[in-house]
């Protein structure tokens, strides 16, 4: 005789506390069972055949490689444009950086040519070394430093450089302006060699032996010796003019004007532009001459003036 086996089901109702039971026969506990081991089986089954035949690999795959792509996507284009970017800003640097190196050489040609006019001691400036830079050590120690953005010191350095610039050549101005003022200054003898022989004013003719006037003072030297402009000036003659014989005229502005007379030789023409302690002639006896000599005269405003008053007269 078989033996019938059952299985009782207890319900616990959280709300009331109470409780209900159930008896299940054996086939519906034979049911129950082969449902709880076939589902967990018969998905296992259906994954594999999914991983087996791609189903599983879109779906846990395609997703995620979309994704990935995008991503790779985005940070390509930020890379490029990062780079591109870079590049640029080194582009504009190297310019930048060329500019102000040609503004440094612009400057140490501008220093040097200051330390010439200015007849500076030479090596007392020497552009084509760096400052010399020194000092004990010392233990304090100021803030904490903080790296500046690059192109700001650049910016820093550019405008130190424009700054330095605009100073040099106010000076370069002034130094010009003053070497002009001086060039002009009629001032020391019409020769580099020979002595004064006769003076402005009342003399005895050396060709009548009467009192006649003297316009200018006479130098004596040696025949062919320099004669020299005793400030710049620009030439309005040089040829021959009677009782001069070659004479050389020179005007320096501002009401001022010299003769250089009896010359052997002229050696510059009308409208050249001469510098103080030129050489502009030889000395001879050409015109009303009793010798080797340089008869010169000094003109302010159109009138004869003593020349021994710029002769003797020192530089401003």
């Known amino acids: 005789m078989g033996c019938l086996t059952l299985m009782k089901l207890i319900v616990v109702s959280k709300r009331h506390g109470r409780t209900r039971s159930f008896t299940l026969s054996g086939w519906i506990r034979g049911l129950l069972g082969v449902c709880m081991i076939g589902l967990p089986a018969g998905f296992g089954i259906w994954l594999g055949q999914a991983l087996m035949y ?25 890379l490029e444009s990062s780079t591109q970017h870079s590049q640029e800003q080194l582009a504009a640097l190297t310019l930048r950086m060329a500019e102000l190196q040609a503004r440094l050489f612009r400057l140490d040609a501008l220093g040097e040519r200051l330390t010439t006019i200015a007849k500076l001691d030479e090596g007392e400036f020497d552009f084509s070394q760096p400052p010399a830079l020194g000092g004990p050590e010392s233990a304090a120690l100021g803030d904490a430093y903080q790296a500046p953005e690059f192109m700001q010191v650049v910016d820093r350095l550019a405008a130190t450089v424009e700054s330095r610039e605009q100073q040099l050549d106010i000076l370069e101005a002034l130094l010009a302006k003053r070497k002009i003022q001086k060039d002009v200054f009629l001032a020391g003898r019409p020769i580099t060699k020979g002595w004064m022989s006769s003076r402005y004013g009342r003399r005895t003719d050396p060709f009548k032996g009467h009192v006649a006037w003297h316009n200018g003072v006479d130098f004596a030297g040696k025949l062919g010796s320099d004669v020299v402009s005793v400030a710049a000036g620009v030439v309005t003659w040089s040829d021959d003019r009677r009782g001069y014989g070659q004479m050389v005229e020179v005007n320096h502005g501002h009401g001022f004007s010299t003769r250089y007379a009896h010359n052997s030789e002229n050696l510059v023409k009308s409208g050249d532009v001469v510098k ?20 010169f005269e000094v003109y302010k405003n159109g009138r004869s003036v003593d020349p021994a008053a710029y002769i003797h007269r020192t530089h401003r």
């Open 276 to 295: 103080k302690g030129q050489v502009i002639a030889l000395m001879g006896s050409s015109g009303r001459s009793t010798g080797p000599h340089v008869h």
């Open 54 to 78: 791609g189903d599983g690999e879109d779906l846990f795959t395609r997703d995620t490689t979309r994704i990935w792509n995008q991503a790779l996507s985005e940070q390509q284009k930020e």
